[in-house]
């Protein structure tokens, strides 16, 4: 049984070294599929000359070209949408793949967890599986918790049953189907009230990523998240007035309610 991780990504640094040695050193995992590039939301509300990431992304995918696990494609123009990008590296994964799993740039998971995931997976033939997440925020050792609605505590569509051709035919929510049309969801999941794993998220860390991921929600969703949510917020948010900014926001961009907690965690890469 093989398994195919599928990253989008642009501008994925600090993190896509980590991201492709962690996943190309890693037993269990069979190959490492990449579409890099900008939507045109991202390339417009950057005011992008191309569609290609602009942190050194690109030099550090090309220097996977040889690996036997990896393959890619950099973008020529733009990804009308994630969707597009997402089915852009599904047309890369080999033949004897039997799962495709999604793996943002930001997402990590331990070889252990892994390798627990690849049994489950071949014993009991799930179709599809969902995880809990923790989302690390402004550091290492600090969780968002809670939010109503679509809010930190909400679980991810992340692995997907794959045939020769299948594509996705949704982003969100991330949809697959079988054979007959019938979405692999509903046939023989796994949900993430009985998965044991849970994925470590890292999106909320890092100013630059933030940023970037603010300003493509601006644009997509046609609110100003820099001015509402990214400097009230996440940029003023410490650990000393953390009481505060979360009396007065919540610490998820989208939906009201979050609040941050601490946490020590062992985590699947150094940082």
């Given at each position: 049984?093989?398994?195919?991780?599928?990253?989008?990504?642009?501008?994925?640094?600090?993190?896509?070294?980590?991201?492709?040695?962690?996943?190309?050193?890693?037993?269990?995992?069979?190959?490492?599929?990449?579409?890099?590039?900008?939507?045109?939301?991202?390339?417009d509300?950057?005011?992008?000359?191309?569609?290609?990431?602009?942190?050194g992304?690109?030099?550090?995918?090309?220097?996977?070209?040889?690996?036997?696990?990896?393959?890619?494609?950099?973008?020529?123009?733009?990804?009308?949408e994630?969707?597009?990008?997402?089915?852009?590296?599904?047309?890369l994964v080999?033949?004897?793949?039997?799962?495709?799993?999604?793996?943002?740039?930001?997402?990590?998971?331990?070889?252990?967890?892994?390798?627990?995931?690849?049994?489950?997976l071949?014993?009991?033939?799930?179709?599809?599986v969902?995880?809990?997440?923790?989302h690390?925020?402004?550091?290492?050792n600090?969780?968002?918790?809670?939010?109503?609605?679509?809010?930190y505590?909400?679980?991810i569509?992340?692995?997907?049953?794959?045939?020769?051709?299948?594509?996705?035919l949704?982003?969100?929510?991330?949809?697959?189907?079988?054979?007959?049309?019938?979405?692999?969801?509903?046939?023989?999941?796994?949900?993430?009230v009985?998965?044991?794993?849970?994925?470590?998220?890292?999106?909320?860390?890092t100013?630059?990523?933030?940023?970037e991921?603010?300003?493509?929600?601006t644009?997509?969703?046609?609110r100003?998240?820099i001015?509402?949510?990214?400097?009230?917020v996440?940029?003023?948010?410490?650990?000393?007035?953390?009481?505060?900014?979360?009396?007065?926001?919540?610490i998820?961009?989208?939906?009201?309610?979050?609040?941050?907690?601490?946490?020590?965690?062992?985590?699947?890469?150094?940082?």
């Amino acid at each position: 049984m093989k398994i195919a991780v599928g990253l989008i990504v642009f501008n994925g640094m600090p993190y896509l070294e980590k991201y492709l040695k962690h996943y190309t050193d890693c037993p269990d995992v069979d190959y490492v599929v990449v579409a890099e590039g900008a939507t045109t939301n991202m390339k417009d509300v950057l005011d992008l000359k191309n569609a290609s990431s602009t942190d050194g992304s690109v030099d550090v995918i090309g220097g996977y070209l040889q690996h036997t696990k990896v393959r890619f494609v950099c973008a020529e123009k733009a990804y009308a949408e994630k969707m597009e990008q997402q089915n852009a590296y599904v047309s890369l994964v080999p033949d004897d793949t039997n799962y495709i799993w999604v793996a943002d740039c930001d997402e990590f998971y331990h070889w252990p967890d892994i390798k627990l995931m690849k049994q489950l997976l071949y014993y009991n033939q799930y179709t599809f599986v969902e995880f809990k997440m923790w989302h690390f925020w402004k550091g290492m050792n600090t969780i968002g918790v809670g939010g109503r609605g679509w809010g930190y505590d909400q679980v991810i569509d992340r692995i997907f049953k794959y045939y020769p051709g299948a594509r996705f035919l949704n982003h969100r929510p991330i949809t697959m189907t079988d054979r007959s049309g019938k979405s692999v969801k509903e046939i023989k999941p796994l949900t993430a009230v009985n998965n044991p794993v849970t994925t470590f998220h890292y999106s909320y860390v890092t100013q630059k990523n933030v940023y970037e991921k603010m300003l493509y929600y601006t644009r997509t969703f046609k609110r100003n998240y820099i001015d509402d949510w990214y400097e009230p917020v996440w940029l003023a948010w410490t650990k000393e007035n953390r009481e505060e900014i979360e009396a007065k926001y919540s610490i998820h961009p989208s939906t009201p309610g979050a609040k941050t907690r601490d946490v020590e965690l062992v985590h699947p890469v150094e940082w």
